[in-house]
């Protein structure tokens, strides 16, 4: 290992993913602005706490919203975390439209 991949070992998983986020595809190499915004972090799809790994395969670049909304949802591909980002998001606009902006949905 190399003393760059010892500084950023999940270098290989941002590059893998494009420096985009897995789940909604927030692309942070637009530019600065949209990388800070992201704060990008490595997930597991499946989480390690029901039974998930570090293999690359079970790893993705999520943005910090998608990490929040998919949580440790149990989850066994790509697919299942973005439906459960999906659903959760879709659950907080509504919560959104109603309390915040006073609108029936």
């Not at 070992?9 to 692309?27: K, M, S």
């Not at 997930?43 to 909304?69: E, F, Q, R, T």
Request: charged share 30%.
């Amino acid at each position: 290992m190399t003393k760059e991949e010892e500084t950023y070992p999940n270098q290989r998983i941002y590059e893998r993913d494009n420096f985009t986020c897995r789940y909604c595809g927030w692309d942070g190499r637009k530019d600065f602005k949209n990388w800070i915004i992201a704060i990008f972090s490595i997930d597991h799809i499946k989480p390690k706490s029901l039974g998930g790994n570090d293999d690359d395969s079970n790893l993705a670049l999520v943005c910090h919203s998608c990490n929040l909304y998919k949580r440790n949802f149990d989850c066994n591909s790509i697919d299942d975390a973005i439906k459960v980002v999906n659903e959760r998001k879709a659950i907080a606009e509504k919560w959104y439209h109603k309390h915040v902006l006073k609108l029936d949905s």
